[in-house]
């Protein structure tokens, strides 16, 4: 079958191609990838990946067709995009007709998706990536008016591509719930990409025991819940660090934890393998989100061996086995998330059975090897019951 993937992040995909999510699904089907990226020339797109590389580059039986994004500014940016996923889109499917489309987010993405459907007579699956009823409304601490039209605008999206759709890819059973006109969209259920074999296990407790959060932007991530627990926890746990990872210095609410900011670090940005390596060094993973489809960085930390701690919101719950492989808190709860916080840190066999968990959990249930199965069954399974 022959699949065309709309992608929406402009974050480039791995240069290790054993890592690529396309290499690996190539084993069950080929097609086509719609690539935003953040640079603006050909020649700093093919000085990353290599001469040869632009327009496309192929893995496997894919060959992504890249969107050089950085070449706009502002509005245009976006309606450029758009315009790329139309028109590349449908130049590509006279080329070979598609049977399936699949697009990452439900909303003006999905809009470009649904053209392309009616346009092409391609069956099309929405993949849901986030609490659809959480957006928008969680990452400040107040919600304006205009926070307030585009959770509005997310909805009318997701209505809309529920009525375009024949299949809704989720991250959890109950991703939707609340939502009674999408009851009878068809769906698969099943985690999103993580390179789980390529996650080594944790060499052993870092010599500077530490909290780590990695995530963006703060609020929404539960920053300030941290800094908080963290704050009331520290005297009993001297040697202990917070670090951070994903946001900048002036958009973190410091006062929180002002007696301990000594023992706070904000991090710069670093490569991904940087990233891994740093998750694998921390005592305790935290992520207190206030919204979240299925986080890859808490697979990320579990496939390293890490305890976790996370809010119970979106499919978190399905990953955090509360007890078994770390603890879940109620969203917004910085006095549960203390309690947690002290109770791990307290116990050395307790991180090490949480972590051991975790680890099996993670090589086993939600490997690449799994969603690229679990990929296929929902291409296959939505082609097939259209023809039926």
């Known amino acids: 079958m022959r699949v065309l993937y709309l992608l929406a992040t402009y974050v480039p995909p791995p240069l290790d ?45 894919f060959r992504y067709h890249w969107f050089l994004g950085w070449k706009y500014s502002g509005l245009r ?12 889109g449908l130049e590509l499917n006279r080329q070979h007709k598609y049977d399936c489309i699949v697009v990452y987010s439900h909303q003006m993405g999905a809009a470009m998706a649904s053209l392309l459907k009616m346009l092409t007579g391609s069956k099309l699956v929405v993949e849901i990536m986030t609490s659809p009823q959480l957006v928008h409304l969680t990452d400040a601490p107040s919600i304006s008016f205009g926070k307030r039209l585009s959770h509005l605008f997310s909805d ?6 529920g009525f375009f759709a024949d299949r809704f890819h989720l991250l959890s059973r109950d991703q939707l719930a609340g939502y009674s006109w999408l009851k009878n969209v068809p769906v698969s259920v099943f985690h999103d990409f993580v390179p789980v074999s390529r996650i080594k296990e944790r060499p052993g407790p870092s010599e500077e025991p530490f909290v780590l959060l990695v995530g963006t932007p703060w609020y929404l991530k539960g920053v300030d819940l941290l800094l908080q627990a963290f704050a009331e926890i520290a005297p009993e746990f001297p040697g202990v660090r917070l670090k951070m990872l994903g946001y900048s210095y002036g958009g973190v609410p410091m006062d929180k934890a002002a007696s301990v900011k000594d023992r706070i670090e904000i991090l710069k940005a670093v490569t991904h393998l940087e990233a891994m390596q740093l998750i694998a060094q921390a005592t305790v993973f935290v992520l207190p989100s206030r919204c979240e489809g299925l986080p890859r960085v808490l697979i990320e930390a579990m496939a390293a061996g890490v305890p976790v701690i996370a809010s119970d919101v979106g499919g978190i719950p399905h990953l955090v086995r509360d ?11 910085a ?36 969603w690229a199965e679990k990929s296929f069954e929902m291409v296959r399974d939505t082609v097939n019951a259209a023809k039926s």
């Open 17 to 61: 191609v054993e890592a690529d999510r396309f290499g690996l699904l190539s084993e069950f089907l080929e097609g086509d990838v719609l690539q935003p990226i953040w640079t603006d020339t050909p020649e700093k797109l093919e000085g990353h990946f290599g001469p040869g590389t632009y327009p496309a580059m192929t893995r496997g039986r």
């Open 77 to 88: 940016r976006q309606f450029e995009l758009w315009r790329f996923y139309l028109h590349k």
């Open 156 to 161: 009318f999206c997701l209505h809309a591509s």
């Open 323 to 333: 007890g078994e492989n770390g603890f879940l808190i109620p969203s917004g709860d």
């Open 335 to 370: 006095k549960a998330l203390a309690a947690k916080l002290r109770i791990m840190l307290g116990d050395e066999q307790l991180r090490k059975r949480m972590g051991d968990e975790g680890y099996r959990r993670a090589h086993e249930e939600l490997t690449e090897r799994v």
